[in-house]
């Protein structure tokens, strides 16, 4: 896996020209990729379980990084522990949720 570190600047965080391949992953963040790979269309989790079921309980924060530096990431997929999306752009988080199926209100996750 190659890929190029921009998506942070389509997501309006900053830009970085660095490339990550798999083999410059860090252990931790070969296992978010492999918690994110395995979701699938609908499926939403939180940074904290996303970084519990890499492995990593407590580590909800570096998940953001992971998500910020790793291209091709389904970075939508991913919210906050009270089900808010991303705060600089949560439109576009909620579209790509609409078209998973998942429905959003008022900037969060409507569950149930």
Same mark, same amino acid.
């Given at each position: 896996m190659t890929t190029s570190c921009s998506p942070a600047s389509m997501r309006g965080g900053p830009k970085t020209d660095a490339l990550v391949t798999a083999e410059s992953l860090t252990p931790?963040?070969?296992?978010?990729?492999?918690?994110?790979?395995?979701?699938?269309?609908?499926d939403v989790m939180t940074y904290g379980e996303?970084?519990? $079921?890499?492995?990593?309980?407590?580590?909800?924060r570096a998940v953001? *990084?992971? !998500?910020?530096?790793? $291209?091709d990431l389904p970075w939508w997929r991913v919210v906050a522990s009270n *089900?808010? !999306?991303i705060?600089?752009?949560?439109?576009?988080?909620?579209?790509?949720l609409a078209a998973e199926g998942v429905r959003t209100a008022d900037g969060r996750v409507v569950l149930g």
């Open positions: 931790f963040q070969a296992a978010v990729v492999k918690v994110l790979d395995s979701t699938g269309p609908g996303v970084a519990a $079921e890499a492995g990593f309980p407590g580590a909800a953001g *990084g992971v !998500l910020r530096r790793i $291209e *089900g808010r !999306l705060p600089h752009d949560p439109k576009r988080q909620a579209e790509h």
